[in-house]
Nanobody, 116 residues
Framework: QVQLVESGGGLVQAGGSLRLSCATS????????YGWYRQAPGNQRELVAT???????DYADSVKGRFTISRENAKNTVYLQMDSLKPEDTAVYYC??????????WGQGTQVTVSS
């Protein structure tokens, strides 16, 4: 089992920045990939960014060049640095961990609101 707790969401003006954190605990040794997802009202949950155990990252086209995913292994924490935020980035952001065997764990989500 892996537990994930997101933090760092809030209200920011367009053009501003936020850094989300995802603290993980439990069987963190079994995690092969972390991901950040988001879900806006009325929309499906969508992938924002991923980082695997080798450090390879991938981003949705909509956030490339603005968002950066990173991890701090010593703290079992994954971050999402969000710069040049736009109103369309408003959503609940979720952290996900994929483990060996295909098991997936989710955090509870953190609200990000970008005002125009």
């Amino acid at each position: 089992q892996v537990q994930l707790v997101e933090s760092g969401g809030g209200l920011v003006q367009a053009g501003g920045s936020l850094r989300l954190s995802c603290a993980t605990s439990g069987s963190t040794f079994s995690i092969v990939q972390y991901g950040w997802y988001r879900q806006a009202p009325g929309n499906q949950r969508e992938l924002v960014a991923t980082i695997n155990i080798g450090g390879t990252t991938d981003y949705a086209d909509s956030v490339k060049g603005r968002f950066t995913i990173s991890r701090e292994n010593a703290k079992n924490t994954v971050y999402l640095q969000m710069d040049s935020l736009k109103p369309e980035d408003t959503a609940v952001y979720y952290c996900q961990a994929q483990r060996w065997g295909g098991y997936v764990s989710w955090g509870q989500g953190t609200q990000v609101t970008v005002s125009s």
